[in-house]
């Protein structure tokens, strides 16, 4: 069973054709938030197989951070994780090739032939590291104190939009923008953050000052 964890209908079709032209038959489900992924995964216990493998945008889910996913993939022992997503950093990545083998890591960058070896090597039980993350896992590490992070003045605008729980469309809209250039300062202040999801870049906003707590709960 495969459970495809993203949110982009586009990502999920390509996703779909791949899997289903790799192995005809497949059997194929979706999940557009943790509740129905772990539903999902429970599900598998259930069946003669009840091994599992997950193909995770980690960027677009509601998860608080990666201690949660590792936690949720050790109670499903059987599970395989391929956390496909446009930016990962190396931290993260680190931390979920030391938390087991049970986690690969693809960018949406890699071509072709990458995302198909991968999948691949998912089925077959086994670890795959994409070339760019590789790359940039070896790479000089860069050790930087988030607190000193700078933020031009509209990516904190918008940072404090994303923590106050506006989507990517919902900030075009709001800043009379593409969302093509929203979801570029979202990347660019994830990366400067070093964060991988909403949650990360909210707790870093909330410790900031950039938003206020009272604003917050409201």
């Known amino acids: 069973m495969v459970i495809l964890a993203d949110r982009q209908d586009i990502t999920r079709a390509g996703l779909q054709y791949i899997l289903t032209d790799m192995f005809p038959g497949i059997e194929l489900h979706y999940s557009e938030d943790k509740a129905s992924l772990i539903e999902r995964l429970k599900q598998s216990n259930f069946r003669p197989s009840n091994e599992a493998i997950v193909i995770l945008d980690y960027t677009q889910f509601d998860f608080v951070n990666d201690t949660e996913l590792t936690i949720l993939a050790a109670r499903f022992p059987h599970s395989r994780w391929l956390l496909f997503s446009e930016e990962l950093s190396p931290d993260f990545a680190r931390r979920m090739i030391s938390s087991g083998?049970?986690?690969s890591?693809?960018?949406k960058e890699s071509p072709m032939n990458e995302i198909r070896e991968c999948i691949k090597y998912a089925v077959n039980d086994n670890r795959y590291i994409c070339q760019?993350?590789?790359e940039l896992l070896f790479?000089?590490?860069q050790h930087v104190e988030q607190d000193l992070v700078s933020l031009t003045k509209t990516e904190t605008e918008i940072l404090k939009d994303i923590a106050l729980g506006?989507?990517?469309?919902?900030?075009a809209e709001k800043r009379f923008s593409s969302?093509?250039?929203?979801n570029t300062h979202r990347k660019?202040?994830?990366r400067k953050l070093s964060v991988n999801n909403v949650h990360e870049a909210t707790r870093y906003a909330l410790r900031a000052g950039i938003v206020d707590e009272a604003e917050y709960y409201i």
């Open 101 to 103: 083998s049970q986690f």
């Open 105 to 107: 890591i693809l960018l």
């Open 132 to 134: 760019r993350m590789t």
């Open 139 to 141: 790479a000089p590490q």
């Open 166 to 171: 506006l989507t990517t469309k919902d900030i």
């Open 179 to 182: 969302f093509h250039t929203i």
């Open 188 to 190: 660019n202040i994830f």
